[in-house]
């Protein structure tokens, strides 16, 4: 069990996208209970960028390492730890505290849940956390089922697009808002009617469509997307917040002050207001974790889920994704592969 070296990518200070620094570092033998793993991709998230930036409400401080997904492979085991993993296992993992942007990791065995066989490394590094949230939005807080009526905003984003499938999976009647080119291609392969948020009134449209209101709104963007979305439901509808990206810059406030409105909200009789943070209920329920991100790989192996790669680079690579992410380059998700 020697020490290990390798380089990872770390934020010394909050700023742009030359923050992302390659430095060198050691690893030492995994303690009890742990696992070194090689990563072998990592995904990339827009809360990636928010992180860098200091604009998040999980924020960690500086320096840290971040990246909130990899898929890796099991190179060593702490002392008397026997979970049925064993070195040359590829695992997936969602970290709660960030750090996927490493050529190695110390993790917990709790966190590593093997990949099914045929599945490439690269496509599942983008499930984690695009489609726990989706499974937390609908499943957890939602719950939402067959012939429900509900708003996606940011449809064809990353959690958007793991939003749409679960929901089509589900039988749900879905409308969802995006802008970009071909969204409207996109959306309506998930059977989505699409909104163009820019040039129409979201809430017109669904209540031109709806009349009697609906069962669930998922929304990111917060600000007065809140109250707009909570006047469409239905009597039992829900409003899930996930994000409140609206204003950015201005992340972290908005999402105090949100949080604290979708509370309100709640307080209301006859519709629910809801807060999803998957890096704090991964964290709080390890067999929901184990157990979602088991199914959703094996989805992702049969092909019932998505997994659209919009890019692949090396992993000192992460400052050119991350401007081509500010510029709205991609479409689909980019993985930082370390070797
Ligand atoms: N709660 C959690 O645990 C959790 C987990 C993962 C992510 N998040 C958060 O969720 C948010 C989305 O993450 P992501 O990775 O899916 O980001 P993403 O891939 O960048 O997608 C965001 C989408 O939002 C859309 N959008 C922008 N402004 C909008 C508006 N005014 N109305 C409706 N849609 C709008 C964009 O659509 P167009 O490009 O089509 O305009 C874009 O596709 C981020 O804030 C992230 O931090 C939260």
Redesign the pocket.
């Known amino acids: 069990m020697t020490e290990i070296s390798y380089r990872k990518i770390v934020i010394e200070r909050f700023g742009d996208a030359d923050e992302l620094r390659t430095v060198g570092a050691a690893m030492a033998a995994p303690p009890p209970g742990h696992a070194r793993v090689r990563v072998i991709a990592a995904g990339v998230?827009?809360?990636d960028l928010?992180a860098r930036s200091g604009d998040?409400l999980l924020q960690r401080k500086v320096p840290f390492t971040p990246g909130?997904e990899l898929v890796g492979e099991i190179v060593d085991l702490g002392a008397g730890d026997e979970a049925g993993l064993e070195p040359g296992t590829l695992v997936a993992a969602s970290l709660p505290k960030m750090g996927a942007y490493t050529e190695y990791a110390t993790l917990p065995l709790w966190q590593l849940v093997p990949l099914p066989d045929g599945l490439d490394p690269v496509a599942a590094a983008t499930v984690p956390?695009?489609h726990l949230?989706a499974l937390?939005v609908l499943d957890t807080h939602g719950r939402v089922g067959r012939g429900d009526a509900v708003l996606i905003?940011?449809a064809?984003?990353?959690?958007?697009r793991a939003l749409s499938r679960h929901g089509r999976l589900r039988g749900l009647r879905m409308y969802g808002?995006?802008?970009?080119a071909g969204?409207d291609e996109l959306l309506a392969r998930e059977d989505v009617r699409f909104i163009d948020?820019?040039h129409q009134d979201f809430e017109a449209v669904v209540r031109d469509h709806e009349p009697g209101g609906i069962q669930g709104v998922f929304d990111?963007?917060g600000g007065s997307?809140l109250g707009r979305g909570y006047r469409l439901l239905a009597p039992g509808g829900v409003l899930v917040s996930?994000?409140?990206?609206?204003r950015p810059g201005r992340?972290v406030a908005d999402t105090v002050r949100g949080a604290a409105r979708v509370k309100l909200m709640n307080l209301r009789p006859g519709r629910r207001a809801a807060l999803?943070?998957?890096?704090n209920?991964l964290s709080a329920d390890h067999t929901w974790y184990r157990e979602s991100l088991r199914r959703l790989l094996a989805m992702a192996a049969d092909g019932s889920i998505d997994t659209a790669v919009g890019a692949v680079r090396p992993l000192t690579e992460a400052a050119d994704v991350h401007r081509a992410?500010e510029r709205?380059e991609l479409t689909g998700k980019a993985v930082l592969t370390p070797a």
């Open positions: 998230g827009f809360t928010m998040y909130y956390l695009d949230t937390s905003q940011g064809g984003g990353g959690v958007g808002t995006a802008s970009a969204s948020y820019r990111h963007i997307n996930y994000a409140f990206s609206g992340m999803s943070m998957v890096p209920e992410l709205r």
